[in-house]
């Protein structure tokens, strides 16, 4: 996926604009808020018109920063007799 920062602060602001109204413990665009709302933000705010596409722009902002590190590290078994 690895989408640019100019695109995923574009659609940070996409989804403080769609969310601007709903039902949040805060508003804004956190990573902590974003969680949230893919965990909790339904029971609030499911009935909303624009929900899906909010919860879909979330998911795709804590897609991209949950990836794993392409950084890996190789475990060295040591073998002593």
């Known amino acids: 996926m690895n989408k640019s920062v100019a695109d995923l602060l574009n659609l940070r ?3 403080e ?17 974003l969680k949230w709302f893919i965990e909790e933000g339904y029971k609030s ?8 596409q909010a919860l879909e722009i979330a998911e795709q902002i804590v897609g991209e ?8 590290r190789t475990r060295i078994s040591v073998v002593t007799s």
């Open 45 to 52: 705010n499911s009935l909303r018109d624009e929900f899906k």
């Open 13 to 15: 602001f996409q989804f």
């Open 65 to 72: 920063l949950d990836v794993p590190s392409k950084k890996t």
């Open 17 to 33: 604009e769609i969310t601007e109204n709903f039902t949040m413990p805060r508003h804004g665009s956190d990573i902590d808020i």
